[in-house]
């Protein structure tokens, strides 16, 4: 089903938006368009992506049911409904992340001004953005990056997640975009009351134009005009020569980390919610057998046991009267096991790992270590690969803006992005191997490899001026004074005084 619908949208798109102009004549195309991706399956499964990493899981809409008198299931309210969560996709996700971007990537390239420029782009709030962005694009399978100029006129990323933008794609592969709209929900005041309005953005090469989906329509916004150049600088309008937005893609397929693995995040729920239930269900409101009750119906007997916890039962002759139970016994040791199976087989499909490992208690050399990150390590290869593409786009606008504020034109620099993997590691085996490799490698590849070197250009500069002031204190040709001598005149006062030690001054 989805994959008719997606060649439904493709045939849309190619249909009406190839040459595509915002002229009202094309409104009720767009408004067809964007009305069946609003409430398409992949959509949903991207926002299911997002609501799943904040903790919003199906496991809260849940009921307990029992069968009825006609053998269907049928919803009850008097049993416990526990609703727990365990988010382990949250936290594959956050591992994932971390793992390829939770620390800087190095830029290498021969242009120090470049290098300089870059930097500045390159900032913190840059690698927090892009961080967010690869958390994103787990949960949606495709995040987007828009490059704009914020109030402060400086040049900056900012993320959009993939249930907002609506790509339009000029091939196949998904790698050139013509256009794209953006659909995004603000509460706005209205009549005294607070309303979520969709706003509607079109992006093209002319620029971002701006509408409201009321009722499936599309309308002029009233807060916005409805033309808008994408930089404005003094009274002049600008337009890139490219749709400014820059996919951040997972995966080649684009498809969202939870389709891997969410059977098995909805089934630790239910573990862990049906143990709760089981054990909640006491006494009082579990399997009663009633013999010679003195009561009219079951009804009266439940609300006598539960508000006074006691029930009258009566003695007729030999028919002796009471209450036993039928005791169902909850055996822990169940759920602990269907409980390891799954939170195993969960991070073995969304190609994790797992940071209690027992590789680690009982020998964790490198090769343990390497071995236990070797399914995030393919992973991360895959989403890499997909950010070097990413970063080819995200470059010519960095070059576009360098060259339109008069910092330099480096359309034919090189330079190369790399990501530094936050892996754990033995240090002491490492630091061992540096120190056995002295003298059959070079200096500054040993120092690439050391685990305390985070810049080798700057450690090698720091042993350099080491050397250098270790050069300083020993001179080999410095005349030295006589036996018994100091090298300061005690005339001179109290000053640095060296003694070269004698019988008579030891």
């Not at 080649?252 to 891997?260: A, G, M, T, Y």
Request: aromatic share 10%; charged share 30%.
């Amino acid at each position: 089903m989805e994959g008719i619908f997606d060649r439904a949208i493709d045939a849309i798109s190619n249909a009406i938006l190839y040459g595509f102009k915002p002229e009202m004549s094309n409104l009720e195309e767009l408004e067809k368009l964007i009305n069946d991706w609003k409430l398409s399956p992949k959509r949903c499964e991207q926002i299911k992506g997002q609501l799943y990493y904040q903790g919003e899981h199906d496991i809260k809409f849940r009921k307990r049911q029992v069968i009825g008198e006609d053998g269907a299931l049928t919803d009850v309210d008097n049993l416990p409904n526990n609703h727990i969560i365990d988010n382990q996709y949250g936290k594959t996700v956050d591992m994932k992340a971390n793992y390829l971007l939770g620390n800087p990537f190095t830029l290498d390239g021969d242009n120090d001004a470049y290098n300089a420029a870059l930097t500045e782009v390159f900032n913190r709030r840059f690698m927090q953005v892009l961080k967010n962005a690869g958390k994103g694009s787990m949960n949606t399978g495709i995040g987007w990056l828009y490059p704009y100029y914020n109030a402060d006129g400086d040049f900056v990323f900012r993320y959009f997640p993939g249930y907002e933008i609506l790509p339009i794609w000029e091939d196949s592969d998904h790698t050139r975009l013509q256009a794209a709209v953006r659909l995004y929900v603000v509460k706005q005041i209205q009549n005294s009351s607070i309303k979520d309005v969709e706003k509607v953005e079109l992006f093209d090469l002319e620029g971002i134009h701006c509408y409201i989906l009321d009722s499936g329509h599309l309308v002029p916004d009233p807060d916005r005009d409805t033309d808008c150049a994408y930089v404005n600088y003094g009274d002049e309008s600008y337009n890139w020569e490219r749709i400014p937005l820059i996919p951040i893609k997972y995966n080649e397929q684009e498809i969202p980390l939870l389709n891997k693995v969410k059977s098995l995040q909805d089934g630790i729920n239910i573990m862990l919610s049906d143990f709760e239930n089981n054990m909640q269900e006491d006494a009082r409101n579990t399997i009663l057998v009633l013999k010679n009750y003195d009561g009219e119906n079951l009804g009266e007997f439940r609300r006598n046991l539960a508000t006074y916890g006691a029930v009258k039962v009566r003695y007729d002759g030999e028919t002796k009267g009471g209450v036993e139970t039928l005791e169902v016994k909850v055996d822990a040791n169940n759920y602990k096991e269907i409980l390891a199976l799954f939170k195993k087989a969960l991070i073995e499909n969304a190609k994790s790992y797992d940071a209690k490992d027992d590789r680690l208690g009982s020998n964790p050399n490198q090769m343990n270590i390497m071995s236990m990150y070797s399914d995030i390590d393919l992973d991360a290869n895959d989403m890499e690969t997909e950010l070097q593409a990413a970063f080819e786009d995200i470059l010519w606008f960095v070059n576009a803006h360098l060259a339109n504020t008069g910092k330099g034109q480096f359309n034919s620099a090189d330079v190369s992005i790399e990501f530094n993997r936050d892996i754990m590691m033995n240090e002491g085996e490492i630091i061992q191997n540096c120190v056995q490799s002295v003298g059959i490698i070079s200096e500054e590849t040993i120092l690439s490899k050391h685990p305390w070197v985070d810049d080798v250009d700057e450690e090698m500069a720091r042993l350099e001026a080491q050397k250098q002031r270790e050069a300083e204190l020993y001179d080999p040709f410095e005349e030295k004074p006589e036996e018994g001598e100091s090298d300061t005149d005690p005339a001179e006062g109290n000053g640095d005084r060296r003694y070269t030690p004698t019988p008579d001054n030891k």
